[in-house]
């Protein structure tokens, strides 16, 4: 396969194509009702594009963002399984596109608007059992897009390639190592990008021309031109043996029919200043999720969220500012290579190579290391953590060690195979009531 530059795909000065007149015609559909059973209980108690990330963010303000800053006014946000805080989140930070000018951002639930009154069968029937939705925005174009991935991307040149190729269907896709290829949907592709073979989650992936190690990933990022979309949709609908999936059925049972081309991440990705490779993460397992959490403490993250140009939005609360108190003997309130959010109080301890969620303190004479604290948190006094996840609200009381001993570690709390421990209000209440009555004085 020969992946040429971005200015040999792409006509920048084709007066042929009104780009602006494409994004008014556009629509973007997020997928937003997945479990992501993989972060565990992480997502117990909300969907996986309603998790906390980056020390401010939830998962889905990157798709939203990304659709904002390229240009894409119409959204709807389709969402199923744990709503309520991805509903709020959305409500109460997404909502000030302006309708009198047909802007807006929408939460599409699952309503099991077809005649089975089925919830929502796969990414595909999402979209499926919203097409009289879809029908009343008249859209030209529909953008679909995961709401659990972090990454930057401007679609506006992803559509602008679509257009100019001539594409009924474009897939955004990614290069990976061949053996993490099987956890993706993986194509061929021609030397003109056109995509010969999909397939879903390979157990034998295909590989890139003139690179045996590497595999071509799709992203979950596809642009449609609508009547054909709404086409393949309905006839999807009515195969029952189908799994309604994009990757698994709408993609591979397209080929041949239609023109799809695949569209490289590095031709539309915002770059970070210093890194070559495209920033793009599933952060759908508790190691990628504390390993992108982590990455932003360093010097200069892979991630850049300090770029003015590309802004990733979310919702802003009336919060002081950060706080570190104390500053003698072994009582210093102290962060080293460490993110602090607005709201936190450092009280006497030291934070290092860690993420502080907004309204988390640190109480006096605690050592947190490589630690993601999600809001809220608490860390009582003489405590000593490492490598943990701790979930909103958790009060970890005073004396506690984590990350110490693997055996009593896994006791008390989750421990995956990578040596990170998941800490929820639930497992230290449960820790706690199990306790002697000599470990609940000390506690």
């Known amino acids: 396969m020969v992946i040429n530059s971005m200015d040999n795909k792409i006509v920048r000065n084709d007066t042929r194509?009104?780009?602006?007149?494409?994004?008014?015609?556009?629509?973007?559909?997020?997928?937003?009702?997945?479990?992501?059973?993989?972060?565990?209980?992480?997502?117990?108690?909300?969907?996986?594009?309603?998790?906390?990330?980056a020390g401010k963010f939830k998962i889905i303000d990157f798709p939203l963002s990304n659709c904002l800053n390229s240009g894409i006014r119409r959204i709807g946000v389709a969402t199923q399984y744990r709503s309520?805080?991805?509903?709020?989140?959305?409500?109460?930070?997404?909502?000030?596109?302006?309708s009198d000018f047909?802007?807006?951002?929408?939460?599409?639930?699952?309503?099991?608007?077809?005649?089975?009154?089925?919830w929502y069968q796969g990414t595909a029937d999402a979209v499926y059992q919203n097409l009289s939705i879809i029908g009343?925005?008249?859209?030209?174009?529909?953008?679909?897009?995961?709401?659990?991935?972090?990454?930057?991307?401007?679609?506006?040149?992803?559509?602008?390639?679509?257009?100019?190729?001539?594409?009924?269907i474009t897939v955004g896709c990614i290069e990976v190592d061949r053996k993490d290829a099987t956890a993706f949907g993986v194509m061929a592709v021609d030397e003109e990008l056109n995509i010969v073979s999909f397939v879903e989650k390979p157990s034998d992936p295909p590989t890139i021309s003139g690179k045996p190690d590497r595999s071509l990933a799709s992203m979950g990022i596809y642009i449609f031109n609508a009547d054909l979309l709404a086409g393949e949709l309905k006839e999807d609908a009515r195969d029952y043996a189908s799994s309604h999936d994009f990757g698994k059925d709408i993609i591979p049972d397209s080929i041949g029919k239609h023109k799809i081309i695949a569209h490289p991440f590095e031709m539309s990705c915002i770059k970070t200043p210093g890194y070559?490779?495209?920033?793009?993460?599933?952060?759908g397992t508790l190691m990628a999720y504390w390993e992108a959490n982590i990455d932003l403490t360093k010097l200069e993250p892979k991630l850049d969220l300090y770029d003015e140009s590309?802004?990733?939005?979310?919702?802003?609360?009336?919060?002081?500012?950060?706080?570190?108190?104390?500053?003698?003997?072994?009582?210093?309130?102290?962060?080293l290579n460490s993110v602090v959010s607005a709201g936190c109080i450092v009280s006497g301890s030291t934070v290092e190579q860690s993420i502080l969620f907004n309204n988390v303190r640190v109480n006096s004479y605690s050592y947190v290391k490589e630690c993601v604290i999600l809001p809220r948190g608490d860390v009582g006094r003489h405590c000593r953590l490492s490598r943990c996840i701790i979930d909103s609200d958790c009060q970890i009381p005073p004396n506690t060690v984590v990350g110490e001993d693997p055996e009593l570690d896994a006791k008390r709390f989750y421990r995956s195979e990578d040596g990170i421990i998941v800490i929820t209000p639930e497992m230290l209440e449960a820790m706690l009531t199990e306790a002697t009555p000599s470990e609940a004085a000390i506690k």
């Not at 070559?276 to 952060?283: F, K, T």
């Open 17 to 53: 194509i009104d780009l602006n007149a494409a994004l008014s015609q556009t629509l973007a559909v997020i997928l937003a009702g997945g479990r992501g059973s993989r972060l565990k209980h992480l997502t117990d108690k909300r969907s996986k594009p309603a998790v906390p990330i």
């Open 84 to 98: 309520h805080t991805l509903n709020q989140h959305v409500q109460r930070g997404w909502n000030f596109l302006r």
């Open 102 to 118: 047909h802007e807006f951002i929408e939460l599409w639930p699952a309503q099991q608007q077809t005649k089975e009154q089925i």
């Open 136 to 168: 009343d925005v008249n859209p030209k174009y529909i953008v679909v897009l995961a709401g659990d991935h972090v990454y930057k991307q401007d679609y506006s040149i992803m559509l602008h390639n679509h257009i100019a190729a001539g594409a009924g």
């Open 276 to 283: 070559d490779e495209p920033y793009w993460r599933d952060v």
């Open 310 to 335: 590309w802004p990733i939005r979310t919702v802003h609360y009336q919060r002081p500012a950060a706080k570190f108190n104390y500053n003698y003997e072994e009582r210093i309130g102290t962060a």
